[in-house]
C-alpha cells in the first residue's frame, strides 16, 4: 500500500468518526428526555455501586483494634447455592470451637439487631448485639468495666446480663460506674448490666455505629423483636465467627481442619436426605481473616437443622 492509499484511507477513517460524532450529539440534543434518563440511570448504577461497595469494605474488610490479627481467621457457611455467607450457624460454631487442637479460642457474635430500652423513663432505640463468652478473649480485648458474660450465662433459661457499649456509657449513661449492677429493661426484658465493653470496640462489624448493648446469643428469644425469633424452639442467628489459631498452627493447617469438618456435616446431611454437595474454601483478600469453611445450611424446617442450621 503506497503512502498516498494510507493517507487517503486515514483522511475517510477520521471524517467518518466526526460525522458519526456530529450525528450522535444531534441525535442526543434533540431527544434531550431520552438522553438525560440515561445520564441519571448511569449515575445512579454508578453512585449504587460505590456505595455498595464502600459498605461491603466498612463492614468487612476495615482493620478493627484487636490483639495480634495476624493469628485470628474468619469461619463461615455458604448458602444453598454454594455461594459464601460470611456467616455461620449457633450450632457449627459449637462444632468448630472443638477444634481445640487447632484453635486457640472461637467466639462468634451477631450483626447488631435492632432494638428497645427503657432509660429515665422514655424508650430508646439500641443495637444489640448477641455474642458468645468467649468473645473477647478471643480478640484479647478487656472490658472498661466490669466484666463480660460466662459460660454459665451463655446457657438458655439462664438471668439475663449483658455489657454495655462504651460510647453509649459514655454519652447516655455519663461514665457512671455504678451502671454495673444495674438493671436495665430491653424489649421489656430485665436486662443486669454486668460490663462495659472496651472504649476501641464498636462492634464485630463496623459501619460507624457502635453497639449498645451486648447479649448472650441465648437471650435472643427473650430479646428479639421477631415474633418467630421468639416462639422458635431453637436459636436461629447468623453469626461471625472468629477463632485465634495456636501457636505454631497454620492457616492451612486449620484450613484443612475445617474442610474436614464440612465434609462431616455434609455428609450428616446427606444421611438425613438433604442433597450432596461439594465442599471447598478460599482466601479472603486484603483482610487479616481467612475463609476456612463452606457448610451448607438447611432451611428451618429441615431435620438437619441440629447438624448444621441452628442449635
Partial sequence: ?????????????????????????RRLVRDWRFTSAAVLILGLAIGANTAIFTLVNAVLFRQQAVADPDRLVNIYQNDRSGKPMIVTSYSVYHEIAEYTDVFAGTMAGSIPNPSRYLHDGAIRNAAVEFATATYLDVLGL?????????????????????????????????????IVGRVIRVEGAPVTIIGVGPANHRGIVDVGLGTDFWLP???????????AARAASTIYVPLFVKARLREGVTVAQARAAMDLLGRRLEAAQSAIGNPNRRDSSERVQNVPWVALVRCRTPSRSSSAMATCGSM
Fill in 142 to 178: 478487656r472490658p472498661s468495666l466490669g466484666r463480660w458474660f460466662d459460660d454459665g450465662e451463655e446457657r438458655p433459661g439462664a438471668p439475663l446480663v449483658g455489657v454495655l457499649g462504651y460510647q453509649t456509657w459514655t454519652t447516655i449513661f455519663r461514665a457512671d460506674r455504678s
Fill in 1 to 25: 500500500m503506497s503512502d498516498q492509499t494510507r493517507d487517503a484511507s486515514a483522511t475517510a477513517t477520521w471524517d467518518a468518526l466526526v460525522r458519526d460524532t456530529r450525528y450522535g450529539i
Fill in 217 to 227: 446469643v441465648t437471650a435472643l428469644p427473650v430479646i428479639s423483636q421477631n415474633p
